[in-house]
């Protein structure tokens, strides 16, 4: 562009054909002006809409994978008991999008008045009875084969104690856990390491444990299917970008992923 012209007063009017450049400079400066305006825009490989998410102990290998899978948001994870996590919340913490492993605890959030959206349901969950690699206990199930060893379960007010309560009702077994734990996540780690000889946990916690366990199918687990939902927090820091994560679990993509780590579609 030539700018010599313009640095001193011209003895006749600037020729018409220099405004072309001033044009395509304020052109292009109001194209830089609209991208930056862009909420979903990123400086190079660089996320630049902050998510908090407060979520399920066992939604984390599929959350994170989800996570993965939209660079553009840059989520900040809580992993926790589905209770643990309405407490904090409802004691100040800062989240943007909720997820818990049933309704009930969604309910609770709701009467709280800690939801600033509604919350959709976008997958299930069903339980099942892991034992160490091996076996060494010889469990064969709810039965007999469990006396005076060491069982681990959630601990009822959690919604994998609340489902294993239902279920051992419908069954009419009475169980003698050694321990009841507030994250299924801690019921799996128990009996990875051998600490345990049995525990009941998710399919999904059964999933992701890979050859580290042995999967022994309970019956009629359908008597206590968990709904799991998702909504947005009152008061989020980032209420459009913490719908973009929650748009992104309910998307086929983010369904897909859910699938593939062990949840059925509700």
């Known amino acids: 562009m030539t700018t010599a012209p313009l640095r001193g007063t011209p003895p006749h009017p600037a020729p018409r054909t220099s405004a072309a450049p001033l044009t395509g400079i304020v052109l292009a400066a109001l194209a830089l002006t609209s991208c930056s305006s862009d909420p979903t825009a990123a400086t190079g490989d660089n996320p630049t809409r902050p998510v908090t998410v407060f979520a399920a102990a066992s939604l984390k290998p599929a959350f994170t994978q989800i996570a993965h899978d939209h660079p553009n948001l840059k989520v900040t994870f809580t992993f926790d008991g589905s209770n643990s996590l309405v407490d904090q919340i ?59 060893k060491k069982l681990v379960i959630c601990a009822p007010a959690v919604p994998c104690g609340k489902a294993t309560a239902t279920l051992t009702r419908h069954l009419g077994v009475t169980l003698t856990p050694v321990s009841e734990e507030n994250k299924v996540t801690d019921v799996r780690g128990k009996v990875e390491s051998g600490e345990a000889d049995a525990g009941i946990v998710y399919t999904t916690d059964a999933k992701n444990s890979g050859d580290k366990v042995h999967t022994l199918p309970i019956r009629d687990t359908d008597k206590a299917i968990n709904i799991y939902p998702i909504a947005l927090v009152a008061d989020a820091p980032h209420p459009p970008d913490g719908q973009a994560f929650i748009d992104a679990v309910l998307s086929p993509k983010g369904q897909d992923v859910l699938k593939r780590y062990g949840f059925g579609t509700p």
């Open 90 to 148: 409802s004691a100040g913490a800062k989240a943007d999008v909720l997820a818990t492993a049933d309704t009930t605890t969604m309910g609770t959030a709701h009467t709280k008045k800690l939801l600033g959206g509604p919350e959709k349901a976008f997958a299930t969950n069903v339980l099942t009875l892991i034992v160490p690699r091996g076996n060494p206990a010889a469990i064969t199930g709810l039965d007999q084969s469990l006396h005076g």
